[in-house]
């Protein structure tokens, strides 16, 4: 099966192409400002680099968020207009659980987004032959997360939210240890999607926020 993994919820804006499970090419742009305009040609150059076009491709895989409100949008428009043009299976993955399969040794697995003024977006999962959630996706304080977590052992933490609060989760957990990989990745990505459709599970491609945007906070207060 050959697959498409789009992910523009962060500042980098990153495409893979996957047959099965092996990474035939994945590229990263660094460049937050620009995901409108970086996708469409991020994607051809990945098409073909790989020797395929658009027609070839079995699953395509978005990240549906949380992070960039305005990167969620683009990616998952992106791939609704694919979906809805050339009748490819989509499937929509958390950032979350995409940065949870970064983490390949098994056990529980926290990942974290810093959602900035010691906020996170929050996801819990073990990996035990396969990646399972434990816990609603939720944005939270990192004193609410470390609260949630008291009860485990031997967690790995995964994201740029567990390096932001890396010296308070040590010294708040037992027998922590951090993934080495922290960025999103369209090949983990690609992975997570995989194991979904081959196990049929259904998922939206409706962008998950779980906060409010910030015009949206600012309306409210005013």
Do not use: W
């Amino acid at each position: 099966m050959k697959i498409l993994s789009i992910d523009t919820a962060s500042n980098i804006c990153t495409v893979a192409i996957l047959e099965d499970y092996e990474c035939k090419e994945e590229i990263t742009v660094n460049d937050a400002r620009n995901h409108s305009e970086k996708i469409m040609p991020v994607i051809e150059e990945a098409l073909n680099r790989t020797n395929l076009n658009l027609k070839d491709i079995n699953l395509i895989v978005c990240d549906k968020g949380p992070g960039s409100f305005t990167g969620i949008r683009i990616g998952v428009g992106t791939v609704l207009a694919f979906e809805d043009s050339l009748n490819i299976p989509c499937i929509g993955v958390s950032s979350l659980e995409s940065l949870a399969y970064n983490v390949k040794k098994k056990g529980i697995i926290c990942s974290l987004i810093d959602a900035k003024n010691d906020n996170v977006y929050f996801g819990l999962f073990e990996n035990d032959q396969n990646y399972q959630q434990l816990d609603d996706l939720a944005f939270l304080s990192i004193d609410e997360v470390i609260s949630k977590i008291k009860i485990f052992d031997n967690i790995t933490f995964v994201g740029d939210g567990a390096l932001a609060h890396q010296e308070l989760l040590k010294n708040s957990t037992q027998n922590c240890s951090f993934c080495d990989k922290n960025d999103l990745s369209s090949y983990s990505l690609g992975i997570a999607g995989l194991y979904k459709y081959n196990r049929n599970i259904k998922n939206s491609l409706m962008p998950l926020y779980l906060r409010k945007s910030q015009a949206e906070r600012a309306l409210e207060r005013n």
